[in-house]
């Protein structure tokens, strides 16, 4: 018997459930989700472990991402070690704390060493030891115990990783890989990452991750996209760079899909038709993939009752709160309120930052423009490795110059300058040494932090727009800055003039105006508070936050957007007590990435 207000289920969400089902079903011993960020990797990966738990299984959820949400979407305080999720038995999950884990592998490294060598080169290893890459090979030795350790997750039944956006995943698979080989040729020698022999001791267990990756039998990595251009051209390139990794059990699950229930809603129906439009244009060997269909829910995906909602195909009928019109006492002005504020000075650089998939590239291409038609040149460029900040321009746009920093033109490059430089004077051997070091996966990390600093420098010239990477690695990047800066002012050494005034810029509000960009939910809301708590203690305080996409400003009548319209206002005011100054975009009925007119009112 059908509940008041509800209707049989169509024939499309039956099937719909039965594809939830079928990856459930065949989900092998260890599942990946990763995906463009703001796909909605999160909830898709605690939405399979729960379904999984369900079943009786003795799961174990694991993030890997350094701006994990986990804990506040399974309602559990988590930590780096496992515990038992409550209100869900048989799941158990962990954060990997790649700060922590950071702080140990530098111990077990530098440990041996004290009272052994003078103490000077002790420090000179743990300065090795401080950079971002750092971070990142010790995050992924926490996560090689899981995977290549049999002993470490032998309790459960399945380990479901909710991994980091694509761009820094990929880079993880591929460390088991790139280590072993650099460790093969260079046991012995000292690399970015201090003596070799505190990665050797690690080799079993990365070449263990290495063969658990490519077994079939073991391991799927599920492609997380939503029907967006942008979404499914980053999922066709992990699938291809996946595919040259060995790892070919690869699915698709495409997330918050949308069918207009109400067509005399013109936001309803050019939303869904985006959608349509997106997936017409999917790549053919993307299309072909084991594929599952998820629908848009109009609410919140954070804690376990909205999360077992999601595998759902019986949630169309919508129970609308009475205030589900209500509009906001004041309204928050559009981004273009700011903009004079923004061109203060005739020069300066503007950093757009956020958990990813909030916008951050389409808000700095439109500030970038409308510098621009105020009569100002500006560079836009970005540190994202998933970013297309010119298909996101479009045409051409007179006084703006677009680039991007490419890693592997910006790791030939400073390798060429050491190899001029600090291997001048050296003979064959200890030349080869250092090529060696070179070749380590750290030097892109000190490359590309390089490259930052020299474009943040054309800020003293002119406008610099800064579409940074996704959250964990904007952070990884000033931890950089951080810690080159100390090196700097310890060694008082020959660093590039762009180096010694990179943080000192980072940090003078009239330089540097940071744009926090957030979507109105309470994920990406929430993480971009923890963001300025961050930047707050690096001494940098965010000149403005955008609230984008949002639906308030919009007379809306389908059923699903009207109550995800009533929900964002508890956001809008979340946001209203946590910034100086809030920007409001709203959602336009155009293709995603498209230029906005921010001189318009919403």
């Known amino acids: 018997m059908l509940r008041a207000g509800q209707r049989e289920r169509t024939e499309d969400e039956l099937l719909l459930t039965a594809r939830v089902v079928d990856l459930v079903d065949r989900a092998p011993r260890n599942l990946f989700f990763t995906g463009k960020g703001g796909v909605g990797k999160t909830s898709v990966a605690c939405a399979v472990a729960l379904a999984l738990a369900a079943r009786g299984r003795r799961v174990l959820l694991v993030s890997t991402d350094p701006a994990s949400n986990l804990s506040e979407v399974l309602g559990t305080k988590l930590g780096p070690a496992a515990r038992e999720v409550a209100g869900a038995p048989g799941l158990w999950a962990l954060d990997v704390d790649p700060e922590a884990a950071a702080r140990a592998w530098r111990e077990r490294v530098v440990g041996p060493y004290r009272g052994v060598l003078p103490e000077a080169a002790v420090r000179s290893i743990e300065e090795q030891l401080s950079g971002a890459c750092t971070t990142e090979i010790a995050a992924f030795d926490e996560f090689s115990k899981l995977l290549g350790e049999p002993g470490a997750t032998e309790p459960y039944d399945h380990v479901v990783f909710d991994t980091a956006p694509t761009g820094h995943t990929l880079r993880l698979l591929e460390l088991p890989a790139a280590w072993t080989d650099f460790l093969a040729k260079g046991a012995g020698s000292a690399s970015c990452l201090g003596p070799l022999a505190g990665l050797a001791a690690q080799r079993e267990r990365f070449d263990g991750s290495r063969r658990a990756l490519v077994d079939r039998t073991r391991t799927a990595v599920v492609l997380v996209s939503r029907a967006e251009t ?268 762009a180096v010694r005034r990179l943080l000192p810029r980072l940090r003078d509000p009239v330089f540097t105006k940071i744009l926090l960009v957030t979507l109105p939910e309470a994920t990406p809301v929430h993480e971009a508070a923890a963001l300025q708590r961050d930047l707050e203690r690096a001494g940098i305080r965010p000149f403005a936050w955008v609230l984008n996409q949002s639906l308030v400003p919009l007379a809306v009548t389908d059923p699903v957007l009207r109550r995800r319209r009533s929900d964002e206002q508890r956001f809008h005011d979340e946001v209203r007590g946590l910034a100086a100054r809030v920007a409001l975009v709203p959602w336009v009925a155009s293709r995603a990435g498209a230029r906005l007119d921010l001189f318009a009112t919403p």
């Open 230 to 497: 942008a979404s499914l051209r980053e999922a066709e390139r992990a699938r291809r760079e996946l595919s040259s990794l060995g790892i070919t059990r690869l699915e698709l699950v495409l997330n918050g899909l949308f069918v207009a229930r109400d067509l005399a809603d013109p936001v309803a129906v050019a939303m869904a038709a985006r959608g349509v439009e997106a997936l017409a244009a999917m790549p053919s060997l993307l299309a072909g993939l084991p594929r599952t269909e998820l629908p848009l829910r109009p609410w919140g995906l954070v804690g376990l009752d909205a999360l077992r909602t999601l595998f759902d195909g019986d949630a169309a009928a919508i129970p609308l709160p009475a205030s589900v019109d209500a509009d906001a006492a004041e309204p928050i002005p559009p981004l273009s309120h700011w903009i004079a504020a923004l061109a203060e000075g005739g020069h300066g650089v503007i950093l757009t930052m956020g958990k990813g998939g909030v916008g951050k590239t389409t808000v700095a291409v439109n500030v970038a423009v409308a510098l621009a038609r105020l009569g100002h040149a500006v560079h836009l460029t970005t540190t994202d490795p998933a970013a297309h900040v010119v298909d996101a321009l479009g045409e051409a746009v007179e006084g703006v110059r677009v680039s991007r920093i490419d890693p592997a033109a910006e790791t030939k490059a400073y390798a060429d300058e050491v190899l001029a430089t600090a291997g001048a004077g050296l003979d064959a051997a200890g030349r080869g040494l250092l090529e060696e070091d070179l070749r380590s996966p750290c030097t892109e990390e000190v490359a590309v932090f390089r490259a930052f600093a020299r474009v943040v420098d054309e800020g003293a010239a002119g406008f610099v727009v800064i579409d940074t990477a996704p959250t964990g690695h904007t952070l990884m990047l000033l931890d950089a800055a951080e810690a080159y800066h100390r090196e700097v002012l310890r060694t008082e050494g020959a660093a590039p003039e």
